[in-house]
């Protein structure tokens, strides 16, 4: 680990996270490309709020599409799917319920829908495409 120069707090930098985060921004640009390709348009990346993160937010066929994108290498502990919990599923609801009452309210109408990109690998060949991954309740 190494010191982060040019941080005014003392904080200590983990070379292993920076790379994580590298590759999870890979993840998501394949993914980003690779719905493109079949015609899904993506109008928002990274969406954040407090609590709770929604990757990409598409269109697809006139539906409002919440992606979230999962890499992992590692199927010791459960592949992708297996990554995606009832905790984390809430936080992707409350970004994207977030989303849809502020900066996407005039698509607040829209069908909506979860899915999922879950990849192995950072190869075009592995994606998973998981339409409908969950359901979520905006009553």
């Not at 990554?83 to 698509?107: D, P, Q």
């Not at 899915?115 to 905006?138: K, N, P, Q, T, V």
């Amino acid at each position: 680990m190494r010191e982060e120069k040019g941080n005014t707090g003392a904080g200590i930098v983990d070379p292993a996270r920076g790379a994580k985060q590298a590759r999870g921004k890979a993840a998501e640009m394949l993914a980003e490309r690779f719905l493109s390709s079949r015609g899904v348009t993506t109008i928002a990346r990274n969406v954040r709020c407090r609590g709770g993160e929604v990757d990409l937010i598409c269109f697809d066929r006139g539906a409002v599409v919440f992606v979230e994108v999962r890499l992992r290498t590692n199927p010791r502990f459960g592949g992708a799917a297996a990554s995606i919990t009832a905790t984390k599923r809430r936080r992707i609801e409350l970004a994207a319920r977030w989303w849809l009452y502020g900066a996407g309210r005039r698509h607040a109408e829209r069908p909506c829908r979860f899915d999922a990109i879950l990849l192995s690998s950072l190869d075009e060949d592995g994606i998973d495409w998981i339409r409908g991954a969950f359901d979520a309740c905006f009553a």
